[in-house]
Each structure stands twice: as C-alpha cells, then as structure tokens.
T-cell receptor, first 112, second 117 residues
C-alpha cells in the first residue's frame, strides 16, 4: 500500500515563500505529482517528478528524493490567488493503470 | 498545456433519472482515464479506471451497474449515473493520463457538479 503525509494547513504572507513537504511510502515508485485545488474547483496540474532533483516552473518548484521518500513543493513570491489546497500524489509502479494515490492535501492560506 | 474537458459542468436532475457525463482529452491521446468523486471539504475518491476498448476497473465499494463507464476512443470516456438518487449528488471529476511533450502527464477535467432532487 501507500502512505502519503503532508501538513494539513500552512499560513504565509503575501510575497513570502512557503515549502510544502510530502513524505510517502510506496511499493514501487513511478512518479510524484503536485496539484493545486481551489475551493469548488477541480485540481490543476502543477508538476511531475520521476527522477531525483528540482524541477522549476516559474514561481513553483518541486523537489524529489526517491531514496528518502520525500518531495516538496516550493511556492515563491506568494500571491493571494495562491490560497488553495495543494495535493501530493504518488503513482505506484505496481499498478498497471497508473492510479494516483493522493495525500489529504495542504491548505495554504495567504494573508495580506 | 494539455486540456481535458467535461460536459456538462453542472446538472440538476430528478431522482430516478440517468445522467451522462463526458470527459474528453483535447490535445493528447489519453491511454487511461480515471473517474473521481469529491464531497465538500473531502479528499478525491477514485471511483474507476477506464481504458479505451476494455472494461472499466472499479474501486471497492463502487457499484459498476450504477456508474456505467464507456471509453469509446483515446480521447473520450463517459460516466453514466443510472437511476440517480440524492445521495449521488457530488462533484464528479475525470482525469486523463497520456504523453505530452517530454513526459508523462495526468490532467484533470474541470468537473461536473451533480445535484439530484
């Protein structure tokens, strides 16, 4: 099975940086995804990591360490619109269809 | 970036009727599509996995005769909620997996909000 842990909530001020950690245990790893979900909307794809290292995409970066079962999503220059739930999801290599196992999500609250 | 569409975005129906939701991948071929349900302030719940040309695989506790899934092509999957009841009211979201650019993608559609009266 898979266990995915991420903090429930984080609060930061506009313009700051926030790092959302995600730890996972999986029987065979085949990729880690980060999604953003605003209230009442569907998740939006942010990043995909399958190899160790940092992937940077504008204000958002995602890091993966497979040996540690650890990832983080870094949000820089926070804006009010970044207030949302951030979902960490892991794909297991043992699932032939590539199902994602989701963490419970981290609610990020950006304050003025 | 990739786009996955869903139609309708919102539907209200009477109890006992059936509702069909379409999910399309617009600029890539989806090898696999997933159907999720989400209740307010709850996590996404995977209902079933859909592959083109084969029967869907349902998660434990999901009634396959109530939630009919058809994956007619590499860009279209449909979910039909048969004989809908008020407890089926929820936010239904599809997700499409495929290759785009340099790697693997899995994108969500915008979701369909179903209200059964």
């Amino acid at each position: 099975g898979q266990n995915i842990d991420q903090p429930t909530e984080m609060t930061a001020t506009e313009g700051a940086i926030v790092q959302i950690n995600c730890t996972y245990q999986t029987s065979g790893f085949n990729g880690l995804f980060w999604y953003q979900q605003h209230a009442g909307e569907a998740p939006t794809f942010l990043s995909y990591n399958v190899l160790d290292g940092l992937e940077e995409k504008g204000r958002f970066s995602s890091f993966l360490s497979r040996s540690k079962g650890y990832s983080y999503l870094l949000l820089k220059e926070l804006q009010m619109k970044d207030s949302a739930s951030y979902l960490c999801a892991v794909r297991s290599a043992t699932d032939s269809w590539g199902k994602l196992q989701f963490g419970a999500g981290t609610q990020v609250v950006v304050t003025p | 970036g990739a786009v996955v569409s869903q139609h309708p975005s919102r539907v209200i129906c009477k109890s006992g009727t059936s509702v069909k939701i379409e999910c399309r991948s617009l600029d890539f071929q989806a090898t696999t599509m997933f159907w999720y349900r989400q209740f307010p302030k709850k996590s996404l719940m995977l209902m079933a996995t859909s592959n083109e040309g084969s029967k869907a695989t349902y998660e434990q506790g999901v009634e396959k005769d109530k939630f009919l899934i058809n994956h007619a092509s590499l860009t279209l999957s449909t979910l039909t909620v048969t004989s809908a009841h008020p407890e089926d009211s929820s936010f239904y979201i599809c997700s499409a997996r495929g290759q785009q650019g340099r790697g693997e993608t899995q994108y969500f559609g915008p979701g369909t909000r179903l209200l059964v009266l």
